[in-house]
């Protein structure tokens, strides 16, 4: 059986000034996997990243990794930090230094690793983000997407088994998109587990294994993109756009043609588009 990497169990959070943010919240991400959370502004996701590496502890309920609860001690939330890695959803609150080599040095040498390592895991980093070159610039000199890459960067740098990411691609241009993509396919085939959030369906339909749709507070469904996005009903509770091959299955149906509205790649509606041409 694979293994469960991350877990949160009844997981609730209060604000002081009485906002339920999160109720009840269960779910399960398996070493390796990539999984999108999704849900309408204010449902939750930023408040649930924040206990998914102990920066926020849980009202009631609590945060496994690796099968151990998070302990709200020094010594064990820095053993977590090293485990989970978080990438703020704005590169502002993440990027501080004035170069970007003392940005993406911060976190491993944190770590207390030795210079040489630090400075290995710089130039690693860089280039795994497709950053070489660009060491000595000022990170608010560079761009939106080349910032956020070097956010990446600077978590990349600390080596973390889980990757959590507040929406990645948000403010990217579709080859920014595609870039930050890349980089978190290429870490997940190096055996990472990724996390992100995002309102954008077409792009986590490309990338995520699995999809919990997060509403008011609540996990309210979860599933395979074939579940979760073939589901008008529930996207539309969640503020979601179906994608457009789901729009255009669901239109031939509705027409009368005997289509599987679960199909959603491109690929797929296409083939289940001649099926019907080949039954006539
Ligand atoms: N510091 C805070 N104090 C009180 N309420 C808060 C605080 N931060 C967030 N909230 C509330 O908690 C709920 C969840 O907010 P959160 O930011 O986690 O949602 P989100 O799903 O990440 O939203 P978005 O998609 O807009 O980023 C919202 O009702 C929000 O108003």
């Not at 990027?95 to 976190?107: H, I, N, Q």
């Not at 040498?109 to 060491?135: C, P, Q, T």
């Amino acid at each position: 059986m694979e293994k469960i990497h991350l877990e949160t169990k009844n997981l609730s959070f209060t604000y002081p000034d009485g906002t339920k943010a999160l109720k009840n919240v269960n779910i399960q991400i398996k070493k390796g996997e990539k999984i999108a959370i999704m849900g309408p502004n204010g449902a939750g996701k930023s408040t649930l990243f924040s206990h998914f590496n102990g920066l926020t502890e849980p009202t009631s309920g609590h945060v496994e990794i690796d099968g151990e609860k998070i302990i709200f001690n020094r010594e064990e939330l820095l053993k977590v930090r090293q485990k989970v890695g978080i990438v703020f959803q704005d590169p502002n609150d993440q990027l501080f230094a004035p170069t970007v080599k003392e940005d993406v040095a911060f976190g491993p040498m944190n770590l207390g690793l030795d210079y040489d390592e630090v400075k290995n895991r710089i130039a690693e980093s860089l280039k795994m983000v497709g950053m070489s070159g660009f060491e000595d610039k000022t990170p608010h000199h560079l761009s939106g997407g080349q910032q956020k890459r070097i956010a990446i960067a600077g978590i990349v740098a600390m080596k973390p088994e889980i990757m959590i990411l507040d929406e990645p691609t948000a403010g990217l241009d579709p080859e920014g998109v595609d870039k930050v993509l890349n980089i978190l396919n290429n870490l997940n085939n190096e055996g990472m587990s990724i996390v992100i959030s995002s309102h954008d369906i077409e792009m986590v339909n490309h990338f995520a294994d699995k999809i919990f749709i997060l509403y008011n507070g609540e996990i309210i469904a979860k599933g395979n993109k074939h579940q979760i996005f073939s589901n008008k009903e529930l996207l539309k509770k969640a503020h979601l756009k179906a994608p457009t091959t789901t729009e255009i299955l669901y239109k031939l149906k509705e027409n009368g043609l005997d289509v599987n509205t679960e199909k959603i790649t491109v690929d797929e509606t296409v083939e289940e588009i001649l099926n019907i041409e080949r039954i006539k």
